[in-house]
């Protein structure tokens, strides 16, 4: 019976549970704990911003995006490169 603890609902729920989730705590097998990390989701309308060519080489699309909402994280860019221009989607926790 022990060679099969460590596939028991409460050992994947305690390993596998615990990131993006849609609250930053909560009970999980009757305990009260804080999640990992929680999943953004707030969108922000989709803005415009400049944006030069040259900045491609440094743009990472893992970083978070300060604006008035907070940091958020890019679900969505679109670039334009005849504009000079980015358009992302940004979704907050």
């Known amino acids: 019976i022990d060679y ?10 305690d390993n596998l549970h615990r990131d993006y989730r849609k609250f930053s705590s909560g009970t999980l097998n009757d305990v ?43 679900q969505e860019v679109t670039v334009n490169l005849y504009r000079d221009n980015i358009t992302p989607t940004l979704a907050h926790t």
């Open 32 to 74: 009260d704990i804080v999640f990992d990390s929680v999943e953004p989701l707030r969108k922000q309308t989709p803005y415009t911003r400049g944006f030069c060519c040259a900045d491609l080489l440094t743009f990472d699309p893992t970083n978070l995006i300060t604006t008035d909402l907070g940091d958020g994280k890019i």
């Open 4 to 13: 099969n603890n460590p596939l028991s609902w409460t050992e994947l729920h």
